[in-house]
């Protein structure tokens, strides 16, 4: 005796070739991340950086303008990825990571030329 249904071809136990709909229901993610968003979210994070670089006068003051720039671009982006749109807190998270890099080389790059540490 066979357990299937007319018309419908077996599956084999483990639900690796499955016949027929699910047995239970699918969650679906109302809101799922997409391109547009993350890309929005970079380049909102890449002004922010830039306007708060624009602040330092020299090498500096400029790094800590991007670390205080940058914290609070983080905030913001755990406050997105938590209760707003995950994809823009991703964009935000990346370009702001990006951003301390860069500035973390320019500070490595002027320490490495004038044997002195610029941050203080």
Known sequence: M???????V???ASGLFPAGPPRRPTWREPHPVTG???ASGGALAAAWL?????????VGSYAWWTVIAGALAWLAAFALVRYGDRG???GVAIVTAGGWSIAFAIVVV??????DW???
């Open 2 to 8: 066979t357990n299937h249904q007319p018309g419908r």
């Open 50 to 58: 830039v306007l708060f670089g624009l602040l330092g006068h020299d």
């Open 88 to 90: 823009a807190g991703t």
């Open 10 to 12: 077996p599956y084999a």
């Open 36 to 38: 547009a968003a993350v």
């Open 118 to 120: 610029p941050m203080w």
């Open 110 to 115: 002027r320490w490495a030329v004038s044997a």
